[in-house]
């Protein structure tokens, strides 16, 4: 099956056509990727219709599309759920949504356990953890990078995690004590590989829910302030 | 010619259908709105992620009303609109990646266009073409302009805007203060139907010989019935909240309503239209029927459902935009909190 994959959840503006046959892994036919945090809404559907005119393949040939649904902080991770899901809608195909960091986490070779990291911004990280089999263990959560550290060295230390991928695992490997694998941003195959289970199955696609992990900023007014001086 | 609007621009997620005849007359086949209103009453005021969290939700649902409501399918409209500007970022930028999802998918043609103009276009679905030249006075919630517009598609000049405070948002604050619902509108409007609107005289903002002709403060205006009201409050006297929201709801329509006149008369218009939001309020429309009449000028009110944001009216614009002959937007279009007030300019 043609699937297309789409993720904004990160700086990375990313999109790529995906072959998925048989019980093989998945096999990249054509992506697109820009890292840019404020050109999301700008570069998205030119880079699909990129892929897609790259690996030869028209929209109407598409079986499924999957899309990053984050967690991400930036304003741009609706951006490509509202494309999937848009897109979806007109092709008349099913839109899986699967976590960025599973993407990630599929498309690290890594040998023992594997933490992800992503900036959440405000000093903080997204982060799960997938165990050597490939499952995920914990997460997706957000926290400030010394909790994870300290989580990896409490609750987390029978999992024996020793590696760690993402945007910002150079930036805290030290923190954390463990070794940087180089993938960074998620991939059309890492983002077709967590999601090749539904894709297969044909199973009905989970709602298209963000994982905003975090409420909106926002304060109900308090009581009345007075104008006038007392 | 068949033209699907997509609106997101602040808190409603709209997405209409019109056609265009080719005397220019506008068909409306589709108006299908989702408010996130209710999710924001307890802030006060719209909170923009919350807006746009709506908007994704609510993004295909509402295409499918819109699609069925007008018995249509994407690949039989002939154009898409969205608006690409102004209005809230996260927001914009919803619609704005729906809108060119729709049109890669359908292979159907994408024109960003702008809210304001929007604004002014959904008058020509309920009254047809707009005459060569006219002024345009949007109050809402989230603007106070008034627009000297010389074809929607041509020539479109601001001559004038809140320096503060939009007119809604000001509606909104006093409700607050004398205890009414989010939006402030309604129940003011309400209340002030049973007050004395001379009964207190609140300031009129910017209408000193000084000030700018056609700019409007509503700050001052909010901050005076605030300070009314605790000067009764210590006197521990009843506050008399229908006389309130009278002199209040009089003081927001006589300042619009008299710059507008004078800028119409300025500018040698003799047709004014209002909307937005804010249009659907019963004492501005009066005294603007009232002024209008006096003046010798025509005026043009949509019904309320098109005065509040929805997708028709950037369908209509659209319309009227594709009519103009003008080129596509690019595949790169991306929100523009200042977007032109023109197509393309
Ligand atoms: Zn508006």
Redesign the interface.
Known sequence: MLVLALDTATPAVTAGVVALDGDAPPELLAERVTVDPR????????H??AALDEAGVR?DQLDAIVCGSGPGPF??L??G???????G???GIPVHPVSTLDAIAYATPFHTSLLVVTDARRREVYWSVYCDQGWRVAGPHVDKPDVVAAKLADELEPIGVTEVSGPVAQQHAELFGLTVLPTTYPTPVGLVGAAAWPLREGAEPEP???L?LRQ??????GA?K???QA | MIVLGIETSCDETGVGIVRRHADGTLELLADEVASSVEEHA???GV?P??A??A???A??PT??RALDTAGLE?STVDAIAVTAGPGL??AL??G???????????GKPLYGVNHLAGHVAADTIEHGPLPPRCLALLVSGGHSQLLLVEGLTEKITEIGATIDDAAGEAYDKVA??LGLPYPGGPPIDKLAKQGNPRAIAFPRGLTGQRDAPFDFSFSGLK?AV??WV??HEATGAEIPLADVAASFQEAVADVLTAKAIRAAREHEVDTMVISGGVAANSRLGELARERCAEAGITLRVPRPRLCTDNGAMIAALGAHVVASGAKPSP?????DTSLPLVYGS
Do not use: C, N, W
């Not at chain 1, 759920?81 to 897109?87: D, N, R």
């Not at chain 1, 909106?216 to 007014?221: G, I, N, S, T």
């Not at chain 2, 595949?331 to 929100?335: G, I, P, Y």
């Open positions: 050109a999301h809404t700008e570069l998205l559907t030119p699909v219709t929209l304003t741009g609706r951006v759920m509202v494309t999937g899901a848009a897109l809608q007109a092709l298209l829910t963000p905003y909106p900023d926002a304060v109900e007014p009345r007075r104008v006038s | 307890r802030f006060g909170v992620e919350i746009s969290r908007h994704l939700q993004m295909a295409m499918r994407l970022a996260g930028m919803v704005v990646a729906a809108a060119k999802a729709y049109s890669t998918a359908s607050r203060i901050t605030a300070r605790e000067k595949a790169t279009l991306a929100a």
